[in-house]
C-alpha cells in the first residue's frame, strides 16, 4: 500500500469509539449557531464567528486536528464562501438594488399584485414561485430577504412575511444558487454529482408537492386552502414535475431555476381560467373595489400606498400597468434567467472555460497548509486517500470525466469532483492522462 505523507489522518469516532457520541459532538457548532441565532437572537456575523469558534474547538480538542491543518481548513472554507458563493449572492442583491433604486421594483409587486387580489394568490407566486426562482439564481438567505420585502410592500406585516417566505424556500433549497449545495457535497464526499442531484430529484418532488399547500395553511388555515387547492396543486405540481425532469436528466443547476419559470407560468395560466369563489384579504385591508377605483396596490386600512423600496423613486402607480414599464421592470430579472440558463448548458459552460484558461482568468491554488495534509480513511472510502482541497477565482480546471483508475491517480479527488460538474469530452484527467 502506498504510503501517504500527511499531517492529519481523519478518525470518525473519537469520542469512546462511538459513532452517534462522536456525531453529537460534531453538531456543536451548527447547535451553537442556530442557538445563537434562534434563541438567543445574536447578530448573525458574531453568531457565525461563536460557530467558527466551536469547530475548530471541536476539530482540534476532540478530533485531534493539528491546529496549523485546522486553520488552513477554515481559510479555506472562507475562500470558498467569497468564490463563489458570495459573488453569487452579491450579483443578486445587485439586480435586486437596481430594481429598487429605479423605482421598478413597485412595478414588479404591481404585477404580481394585478394578478389576484387574493392575498393567498399572491403569497404563493411570490414566497414560493420567485422565491423559487430568486433561491436558484443566488440563495444563501437572498430569497427571504428579498421575498419578504415584496410581501411587505403588498400589505403583509413584516415577521409573518419573514416566516412565510421562510416555509416557502423548502422546496428549492437543495438546488439552491444554481446548484451550489450539491456541488459542494460531491467534491467532499467524492460522489458523482449526477447521482446526487438524479436522487435528491427523486425525493424532494413530494415535498415540493405539499408546501404550497402547507404554505397557504399558515397564514389562512386549512379551511381557507381548501378553496384555493387548484391554484396550490398547480404550483407545486409544476414545480415538482419539472424539479424531477431537470434535475435527473441534466443536473444540479438549473433545477429551481426552470422549475420556478415553469410554475409561474402554470399558476397565471390557471389564472385566466380560475379564481377562488370568495377573495381573502387581511382583516385591515381595504375593500377590494376601493383599491382598484383608486387604482393602488393594496396598503393599509385606508388604503394608501405602502412605504416601500423605491416607494420614493415613484410617488404613485397608475391603475393599469403598462406593459413596456412592467417589460423593464422584470427585465433585470429575466436576463438573470436567461444568463444562468445559458451558464448551465453544457456546450457554454465548456467554452467559458475554455476561454477563462486561455486567458489565464483564474488560477488553481493548492492550498497552502492543507493539500495532501488531511488523509481520509475507510469506510469512508475505500483505502486512504490524501484529500487535495483547491479553490480558484474561477474554478478548478479539471478533466471532463474522473479517470479509470482514480485512486492512483495524482490528481484525486478534486478532479475528480469537479470533473462530475463539467459533462464528458476528450480532454484528458489532468493528474494522470486518462480520458472518457
Not at 470525466?401 to 462530475?420: E, H, K, N, T
Request: glycine share 8%.
Amino acid at each position: 500500500m502506498q504510503v501517504l505523507a500527511a499531517t492529519y489522518t481523519q478518525h470518525y469516532t473519537p469520542v469512546a469509539g462511538n459513532v452517534v457520541l462522536s456525531a453529537l459532538v460534531a453538531a456543536l457548532p451548527i447547535i451553537v449557531l442556530l442557538g445563537l441565532l434562534g434563541l438567543l437572537r445574536v447578530k448573525a456575523h458574531l453568531a457565525a464567528l461563536a460557530g467558527l469558534v466551536a469547530s475548530l474547538l471541536v476539530a482540534i480538542v476532540v478530533f485531534g486536528m493539528p491546529v496549523t491543518t485546522a486553520a488552513a481548513a477554515a481559510t479555506n472554507g472562507a475562500a470558498f464562501g467569497l468564490f463563489p458563493i458570495g459573488w453569487i449572492v452579491l450579483c443578486a442583491i445587485f439586480v435586486y438594488d437596481i430594481t429598487v433604486k429605479t423605482g421598478k421594483f413597485e412595478q414588479v409587486r404591481q404585477t404580481i399584485a394585478g394578478l389576484a387580489v387574493d392575498r393567498r394568490i399572491q403569497l404563493l407566486l411570490i414566497a414560493f414561485s420567485f422565491g423559487a426562482f430568486i433561491e436558484g439564481a443566488a440563495g444563501f438567505g437572498t430569497p427571504i430577504a428579498i421575498c419578504a420585502a415584496m410581501l411587505i410592500g403588498l400589505g403583509f406585516r413584516p415577521l409573518p412575511a419573514a416566516g412565510l417566505s421562510l416555509i416557502g424556500n423548502t422546496a428549492p433549497v437543495a438546488f439552491g444558487a444554481i446548484g451550489t449545495p450539491l456541488i459542494t457535497l460531491a467534491s467532499v464526499t467524492g460522489l458523482p454529482l449526477q447521482d446526487l442531484s438524479a436522487m435528491v430529484g427523486r425525493q424532494l418532488p413530494f415535498f415540493s408537492v405539499i408546501v404550497p399547500f402547507w404554505l397557504v395553511a399558515a397564514m389562512a388555515g386549512f379551511r381557507r386552502t381548501r378553496e384555493v387547492w387548484p391554484a396550490c396543486l398547480t404550483a407545486g405540481l409544476s414545480f415538482a414535475i419539472v424539479q424531477f425532469l431537470v434535475s435527473n436528466l441534466h443536473g444540479p443547476w438549473l433545477v429551481d431555476i426552470i422549475a420556478s419559470i415553469a410554475s409561474i407560468l402554470a399558476t397565471v395560466v390557471l389564472l385566466r381560467f380560475w379564481q377562488p369563489k370568495e377573495t381573502w384579504r387581511f382583516d385591515d385591508d381595504p375593500p377590494v373595489e376601493e383599491e382598484r377605483a383608486a387604482g393602488r396596490r393594496p396598503g393599509g386600512a385606508t388604503g394608501e400606498l405602502s412605504p416601500g423600496p423605491g416607494a420614493a423613486a415613484r410617488s404613485e402607480l397608475p391603475a393599469t400597468s403598462d406593459r413596456r414599464e412592467a417589460f423593464l421592470a422584470w427585465l433585470p430579472w429575466i436576463l438573470l434567467a436567461v444568463l444562468v440558463f445559458l451558464w448551465g448548458t453544457p456546450q457554454v459552460k465548456s467554452f467559458l472555460n475554455d476561454l477563462s484558461t486561455t486567458l489565464h482568468i483564474g488560477t488553481k491554488i493548492n492550498w497552502p497548509g492543507l493539500h495532501l495534509e488531511v488523509v481520509r480513511t475507510p469506510p469512508v472510502v475505500a483505502e486512504d486517500t490524501p484529500r487535495r482541497p483547491c479553490t480558484s477565482s474561477s474554478r478548478c480546471r479539471p478533466p471532463a470525466r474522473p479517470c479509470s483508475s482514480p485512486a492512483s491517480c495524482p490528481a484525486w479527488p478534486c478532479a475528480y469532483a469537479q470533473a462530475r460538474s463539467a459533462g464528458c469530452s476528450s480532454a484528458p484527467c489532468t493528474g494522470c492522462g486518462s480520458r472518457c
